[in-house]
């Protein structure tokens, strides 16, 4: 039995779009803990008053420490067309960070080249190198900063290729890490298990009628608290 509720943001027959909160899991990993699939799996079988295993397609994830926007598919067929957007980058993902320092420019992009390195973190180059895989981003920097954090800036990130710990690795490298990211250098204190890290806008065509479907958080004028 689960102990957190799912908020869900819209569902019809075929999908589920959500909010995780940031601390869980996108799935279960050797820790044990519970997982984003094992909530929606719980809801869906509560909600449906379903007998037995209850299917949810996990088609992209976030990190633990990441909240956000995620869809999950109800239905196999669901599953494979939404990860084929996914998979050929059709899909629009954008998110809000708080960076510590002030970038020089208000609005750039990175290209940098990422591969795995010690202790699950990713290792960033400048240049190419073998195993290294080409990760783009786009940013820019909003014109408010949080009365907590003054010394950081709000940015809106735009993923151009999808890689693991992307934004984390790529901003921390162009020297601003996310509020809360000691695993990237930050040296700002953060909630717990969280960084100021949250995917917020999320465009996609729906599986099976093929409209076109937009999510935003709505995002408090006090966040990150």
Known sequence: MSSKVLNVMFEDNHLLVVE????????????????????????LKVKYNK?????????????????????????????????????????????????EGNPSQMQGRLEHFLGSGPQNKVKVSAV?????????????????????YPLCMY???????????????????????IVGDRKYGSRTAFKAGRIALVAHKLTFTHPVNQAVLRFELPLKDSWPT
């Open 51 to 99: 007998p037995g295993n209850v299917f949810v397609g996990l088609v992209h994830r976030l990190d633990r420490p990441v909240g956000g926007l995620v869809v999950l598919a109800k239905t196999s067929k669901g599953a494979s067309r939404l990860s084929e957007q996914f998979r050929t980058r059709e899909v629009e993902k954008k998110y809000l960070a708080l960076v």
């Open 20 to 43: 995780k909160p940031a601390g869980l899991p996108s799935q279960g990993d050797k820790t044990g803990d519970e997982s984003l699939l094992d909530v929606a799996k719980h809801y």
């Open 128 to 148: 190419e190198k073998a195993g290294f895989k080409h990760s783009i981003l786009s940013f820019v920097c909003l014109q408010r900063q949080h009365e907590k």
């Open 155 to 177: 940015m809106e990130i735009d993923l151009e290729t999808g890689r693991k710990h992307q934004i984390r690795a790529q901003l921390a490298f162009a020297g601003h890490a």
